[in-house]
């Protein structure tokens, strides 16, 4: 698959399902707020930690410590990769295909890593299991920091 297969396969596909869509939720009021209530106080000490005296830098290396894929994985995909760029003098165009195909790979292994992990949360939802907020906010760390190494130049 390449690139341009991966960009193309989210045409016409189904709607992405979010936690709590398709399933009831008898989640009591006061259960709701003390959920805000901790996603406030774990937003406020973020907040302390990233203001101190050196701002930005423990949270992007505590985010830039976390693997998003397994070491064995990931070394099976670095040296895929010495291999594409080695063969570059030789041939530039097949190297600049296959680097194409190992970066669809990639993308596609990652997406479902992320999948497989929201199935697990949904899967605790649909049988009526309360997901710990703690649970969810590493969730949401992890998108957080995959989102911010896709964007970083």
């Known amino acids: 698959m390449t690139t341009e297969q991966l960009a193309r396969s989210g045409d016409g596909g189904s709607q ?14 006061e259960d709701r707020e003390e959920d805000r209530e901790e996603m406030r106080q774990e937003a406020d000490r973020t907040d302390a930690q990233e203001s101190g005296p050196r701002a930005g830098s423990a949270p992007a290396a505590r985010e830039e410590a976390e693997a998003l894929l397994p070491e064995r994985e990931a070394e099976g995909y670095r040296k ?7 063969r570059f003098v030789d041939d530039p165009q097949g190297a600049v295909r296959d ?32 997901v710990a907020t703690e649970d969810l906010r590493l969730a949401l760390q992890k998108y957080r920091s995959f989102f911010g190494r896709l964007l970083r130049t």
């Open 16 to 29: 992405p399902m979010y936690p709590g869509e398709a399933t009831a939720d008898d989640t009591r009021e």
């Open 80 to 86: 895929t990769w010495d291999e594409i760029q080695a």
């Open 99 to 130: 680097a194409d195909g190992l970066v669809a790979e990639v993308m596609r292994t990652l997406a479902g890593v992320f999948s497989e992990h929201k199935k697990e949360l949904e899967d605790q939802w649909q049988q009526g299991e309360r």
